[in-house]
Structure formats: structure tokens, C-alpha cells
T-cell receptor
Framework: KNQVEQSPQSLIILEGKNCTLQ??????????LRWYKQDTGRGPVSLTI?????NTKSNGRYTATLDADTKQSSLHITASQLSDSASYIC???????????FGKGNQVVVIP | GAGVSQSPSNKVTEKGKDVELRCDPI?????LYWYRQSLGQGLEFLIY????????KSGLPSDRFSAERTGGSVSTLTIQRTQQEDSAVYLC?????????FGEGSRLTVL
């Protein structure tokens, strides 16, 4: 079983609407959690990185939350734009371990 | 350059041929990762370099895959006797103690 599970696998939203992406993980001991945006045919680009003590972090219209107790994170996209169409990847790292656990991504399509 | 640079961006090869993929990390970054991304799949860890330490090769799928990092900078991923299942995007990432920066990837197609 993958250590990082993301849901929904894909979603379509209307331009201007909000959406929330979920990430559940089992990685332990936890070090940090990152959200990346990957446009089609491009490399992933970092949106946020959160450590154990951080509950929320914003980057423009992107807001990530972290509940380290329940091992859940969410990425909220506010007032979506067509350029938000991409795959959003949740990545979790463990303390003392160079390995990163990747989710399979949430595929978001924003339509006008 | 300012970012992680990978070449070639696209490579089409015949089954059985060898290929080399190159990664130029961001200057000063001690950590370098190679990942493979197949269509609709998450990123699959291949190999990790950290400074002068022995690389973590535990993700390499077979002995046809190898990687080097010369002088702690440029890295080359070599795939020998390519197979059709090797077709994927190969992503390189570099970083220090926190942030990880990805290149745009090398798309490999094995016919």
C-alpha cells in the first residue's frame, strides 16, 4: 500500500470556483510534507512545505493545511484559474531518511 | 543556469540500445535525486546522491540502470539494452536540506 494516498484522483471545476485536495499519509516518523504542482509535460514545482509544527501555509491562492495527529493534509485552491489545471502532488518525508514518499497526484482540470 | 537542467528533453530509441540522460543540478546543491514517472503513475525513486557519500541505489529497477555523479555536480543516468517498459519521463531533482527543485524531465520512448 502506498504511504501517501491522494483524493480525488481527478476533478473538473469551473473557473472561479474553489476546490480542496486531500492527502493522507502513513509515513513515520514525520519530517515534512510538501505540495507540488506539475503542469503537463513539465517538472513539479513546489507550492508549500510544512513541518510538524505548522498547521497552515499559504502561497497566493493555494492554502495547505496539515494535521500531523491524523496524518492528513489538504490543499485548497481559491478562485480557480485556467492555469491551475495541473497535477498536484503530495510528498512526505520521514525524519532521518533521505527517501521521499510521493502520492500519485490529484489531476485538476479547470474549465471556463 | 538558475534551475535544474536536464538533457535531452526527448529521446526516442530502439529496443536494445543504450541511452544516457544528463542532469545539471543547481550549483551548490549537495543532494541529487533521479525519479521515473510513467503515464498516470506517481514518481518512482531511482537513486539518490548526497555529497561525497555512497549513493542510495536501492530504487534502480534492474542492473541495466546505473547513475554517476561526477565532481559532486553533473549526474548521468544510463540505461543499457533499453526495453519498452523503460519508456517514461525521467526527472532529476536537486536540493539542500529542505526544498527540492525539479528539472523538466527527459521523456524516453523505446520503440
Amino acid at each position: 500500500k502506498n504511504q501517501v494516498e491522494q483524493s480525488p484522483q481527478s476533478l473538473i471545476i469551473l473557473e472561479g470556483k474553489n476546490c480542496t485536495l486531500q492527502c493522507n499519509y502513513t509515513v513515520s516518523p514525520f519530517s515534512n510534507l510538501r505540495w507540488y504542482k506539475q503542469d503537463t509535460g513539465r517538472g513539479p514545482v513546489s507550492l508549500t512545505i510544512m513541518t510538524f509544527s505548522e498547521n497552515t501555509k499559504s502561497n497566493g491562492r493555494y492554502t495547505a493545511t496539515l494535521d500531523a495527529d491524523t496524518k492528513q493534509s489538504s490543499l485548497h485552491i481559491t478562485a480557480s484559474q485556467l492555469s491551475d489545471s495541473a497535477s498536484y502532488i503530495c510528498v512526505v518525508s520521514a525524519r532521518g531518511n533521505n527517501r521521499l514518499a510521493f502520492g500519485k497526484g490529484n489531476q485538476v482540470v479547470v474549465i471556463p | 543556469g538558475a534551475g535544474v537542467s536536464q538533457s535531452p528533453s526527448n529521446k526516442v530509441t530502439e529496443k536494445g540500445k543504450d541511452v544516457e540522460l544528463r542532469c545539471d543540478p543547481i550549483s551548490g546543491h549537495t543532494a541529487l535525486y533521479w525519479y521515473r514517472q510513467s503515464l498516470g503513475q506517481g514518481l518512482e525513486f531511482l537513486i539518490y546522491f548526497q555529497g561525497n557519500s555512497a549513493p542510495d541505489k536501492s530504487g534502480l529497477p534492474s542492473d541495466r540502470f546505473s547513475a554517476e555523479r561526477t565532481g559532486g555536480s553533473v549526474s548521468t543516468l544510463t540505461i543499457q539494452r533499453t526495453q519498452q517498459e523503460d519508456s517514461a519521463v525521467y526527472l532529476c531533482a536537486s536540493g539542500t536540506t529542505g526544498e527540492l527543485f525539479f528539472g523538466e524531465g527527459s521523456r524516453l520512448t523505446v520503440l
